[in-house]
């Protein structure tokens, strides 16, 4: 499994204080007055009084927003905006204003591209507002532009290496979706994806969005686990001006940006319970409300989610809704552990080495028997992620070419020996370094769960769910 993204793709999202706006408009008493009004709300801005210092000054700038008025001394608004979109090949927002019978130019303007247009006379408050709200949609344009070609470069390096029968049956049932989702326009029906950490889950997701009608449209990767809690709501669901402290401006969520495109959400039963309840109504009624306000919003985009957790555990210790649960899991995909995919360690492990070696211009590398012993022998707590960074790491410390067993800090007796004494931490990944630790305590108790959990700090509970995760027994 691989999954590539482009640095260079990332959108720059400018502060107020850094936007830039050009003013167009030969009316000098109501130019100067509009910039002061700008000027004060913390924008940058300058003054073009006809089309030759527009294009001009257009050039010098790169507004993030031209102010265009429709009558200028030397020609039409219509031809500046014309020269935006194609000769200057900008996406440069534009709001129109035009006086009184110049409505027909209005609607001419939006058809070349204009964002909004204002009649005039223009109030100076109103036109600040339309200003932030013609900006704000821009940005969100840009980021979800940003956003579309991220994840279509993204799919292009994307594969799901494995023979064994559990990964050929995930293909069929991938496949099988697929042809459900592009037999029709309707919101496809929901997916959750099960599996242990590092099994592939987003990637998997990813491959459901590539292979679906809606491949040209936003993917919007949520990781729940990782949404600061004071803000959660505000960040799924959005929040219009003056929600709470801090809330200058309406902000659209997560859910929302994901448009008509992917919602994924992983690591869903972190979200806390009140939440869940949220969520579910938005999947129920397929409308959302923004922090705020009482207005629905529809709600069109196709929701995968995916969890490393025992759902019925949750549901059981009353930390997961059941009609949550029933709601997401109407398609399921279980993704197998890599310790069950015997028959693909090594397809996955040639695949990780000449990738590495490929992409650093290294030799070739070939694995010799003991490390191929080693790694059929190894439990691999932390699954395809964990052999990816142990592969990637003995590729670049040794130059590719022959790798052994202690190349990649293995043993062929290591899957056996856990109850020894861990000698070199860095040559471990987290999830290694927790099964190791929690195997020496155990050895050493006997396998008396309530003294290995003192032993480790944690609580009994604690040491039973790690126990679990990776099956200790």
Request: hydrophobic share 40%; glycine share 6%.
């Amino acid at each position: 499994m691989k999954h590539d993204s482009d640095a260079s793709l990332e959108p720059v999202k400018l502060p107020a204080t850094e936007r830039q706006v050009l003013i167009v408009e030969d009316e000098s008493v109501f130019a100067r007055a509009v910039q002061k009004h700008l000027e004060r709300s913390g924008y940058l801005s300058q003054i073009a009084g006809d089309l030759k210092s527009a294009d001009r000054k257009f050039r010098e700038l790169s507004p993030d927003l031209v102010l265009l008025d429709m009558r200028l001394p030397d020609g039409s608004g219509l031809d500046f905006l014309s020269d935006i979109r194609n000769r200057h090949n900008s996406n440069a927002a534009v709001l129109v204003m035009s006086a009184y019978g110049e409505l027909e130019d209005a609607v001419a303007a939006m058809k070349l591209g204009a964002s909004d247009y204002l009649k005039k006379p223009v109030d100076l408050d109103e036109l600040l507002i339309n200003v932030e709200k013609v900006l704000d949609k821009s940005e969100l344009t840009r980021k979800l532009t940003y956003s579309t070609k991220r994840e279509q470069h993204a799919a292009e390096g994307v594969v799901f290496l494995g023979e064994c029968r559990a990964i050929a049956a995930v293909r069929r049932q991938v496949e099988q979706i697929a042809r459900l989702t592009q037999a029709t326009d309707s919101i496809p029906p929901t997916v959750l994806i099960l599996g242990e950490t590092g099994t592939g889950k987003d990637v998997l997701a990813r491959l459901l969005h590539a292979g679906s009608r809606r491949r040209d449209r936003p993917f919007v990767h949520v990781d729940c686990a990782s949404l600061p809690k004071d803000l959660i709501e505000a960040e799924l669901f959005g929040h219009e001006k003056g929600a709470f402290t801090n809330a200058h401006i309406a902000r659209t969520g997560l859910i929302e940006a994901a448009e008509d495109g992917v919602l994924f959400l992983d690591e869903i039963a972190e979200l806390p319970p009140g939440l869940q309840s949220k969520l579910l109504a938005v999947l129920e009624r397929r409308t959302l409300r923004r922090v705020g306000t009482t207005r629905e919003r529809p709600v069109a985009a196709w929701i995968i989610a995916a969890t490393n957790r025992d759902v019925g555990e949750l549901i059981e210790q009353g930390e997961f809704r059941s009609d949550l649960y029933y709601r997401l899991n109407v398609l399921n995909i279980t993704l197998p552990p890599l310790r069950e995919r015997e028959g693909d360690i090594m397809i996955l492990a040639n695949y990780f080495a000449e990738q590495t070696a490929r992409r650093y211009g290294l030799d070739k590398p070939v694995f010799r028997k003991d490390a191929e012993e080693a790694m059929l022998k190894n439990p691999w707590p932390g699954n395809v992620r964990e052999m990816k960074h142990l592969i990637e790491r003995a590729v670049l410390l040794t130059g590719g070419g022959e790798l052994g067993a202690e190349a990649m800090s293995l043993s062929p007796g290591s899957a056996s020996n856990a109850g020894e004494p861990v000698r070199d931490l860095e040559d471990l990944t987290l999830d290694s370094a927790e099964v190791l630790l929690i195997k020496q305590a155990l050895e050493r108790t006997g396998w008396n769960v309530s003294r290995a959990a003192r032993i480790l700090g944690i609580t009994r509970m604690a040491l039973r769910y790690r126990m679990k995760k990776y099956h200790l027994k």
